[in-house]
């Protein structure tokens, strides 16, 4: 049967996912494949989800848990370990309404700290079988900052059989690196974080070039890693990258594609436009300093500091969350 909406169109070319902890958007909008918190990070998502009167019983429940488990995970405050649970909860119920993947991401203080991270996501997949000893651990996806030390963590964890999304990704490098140390996604942010956090803010260096990009790159150096665009604001920007590999997007939004027709609303996507010049590969390697001076120097640093103010106001959120827990 032909597409009738612009969602329906979209998923006839790009395999979409739901940007919610709300177990209700999945039940009312879907199918969709993965469940993923990118667009304004997990902390920020599971706030506000978990502020809902609705959620009230799950926090104290979450809370009680961490209590119990204090002893198994003596190095981690109450609040940080509540929050996490809570998280793990929500995901939990929404993976009965998709296919594929529950995102979570790492606490956005240990961004700048590998081994941190490691054992923030190895804590993550013990939390879902401590909840639910028969889920299938195969469908977590570690949500990561695309630091270097962020993606050194990727690395260390793909190899432990753990998979990975690098998320807070804004140039050609970062998404190079994230390939090369076998993320199984990397989130491009279309819109620097503030657009969702500054009323009447607009980015007007968005990264939709930046998705085919990084696709191009992957299919021509025969990467497996996957391109899942994140942080959108309208439906133009979505449908302008009809043909990525996965796209997250937010309730409102999915909620205006269904309710948008085909006909007369068509946008062309950058995915059918003229062929790109491919970047020739790039191996960093244990080379952190040639890194670290070829993502300062991209995009005249503008990825550096859209990173950065990504990271700060993820912990920002983050210590909300903890305040929520405590």
Not at 37 to 54: D, M, R
Not at 80 to 101: C, R, Y
Not at 109 to 130: E, G, M, P
Not at 253 to 260: D, G, I, R, S
Request: charged residues 20%.
């Amino acid at each position: 049967m032909a597409p009738k909406t612009l969602l329906q169109w979209l998923q006839f070319r790009t395999l979409v996912d739901c940007d919610t902890m709300d177990i209700e958007v999945p039940q009312a909008l879907g199918p969709f494949v993965d469940c993923t918190s990118n667009q304004v990070s997990k902390a920020a998502i599971a706030y506000f989800e978990l502020e809902k009167p609705k959620n009230q019983k799950l926090i104290q429940e979450s809370v009680a848990l961490s209590k119990k488990l204090a002893s198994t995970y003596p190095d981690v405050l109450p609040k940080v370990l509540a929050g996490e649970i809570a998280m793990v909860m929500l995901q939990h119920g929404i993976s009965k309404h998709i296919t594929g993947f529950v995102h979570i991401q790492t606490n956005p203080y240990h961004s700048y700290n590998t081994l941190s991270t490691i054992a923030d996501a190895h804590r993550i997949v013990q939390l879902f079988k401590i909840i639910d000893q028969n889920f299938d651990t195969k469908r977590i996806c570690i949500k990561i900052p695309s630091t270097w030390e962020g993606l050194q963590a990727c690395k260390i964890l793909e190899a432990s059989g753990v998979s990975t999304l690098a998320t807070t990704l804004f140039t050609i490098e970062q998404a190079a690196l994230a390939g090369e140390v076998g993320c199984r996604y990397i989130a491009p942010y279309v819109n620097e974080l503030k657009v969702h956090f500054e009323p009447g803010f607009v980015d007007n260096n968005k990264a939709q070039l930046l998705c085919l990009q990084a696709q191009r790159y992957y299919e021509a150096h025969n990467i497996t890693t996957q391109v899942l665009p994140a942080s959108l604001t309208s439906t133009q920007e979505i449908m302008e990258l009809a043909g990525v590999h996965h796209i997250t997007i937010a309730p409102w939004l999915l909620q205006e594609l269904a309710e948008t027709p085909v006909e007369g609303n068509q946008v062309a996507s950058l995915f059918d436009g003229s062929p790109l010049e491919v970047r020739k590969l790039l191996n960093f390697g244990s080379d952190e300093k040639g890194y670290r001076l070829a993502f300062t120097l991209s995009a005249a640093g503008e990825g550096e500091r859209k990173l950065g103010q990504a990271i700060n106001i993820f912990c920002g959120m983050q210590t909300k969350l903890e305040a929520l827990m405590a």
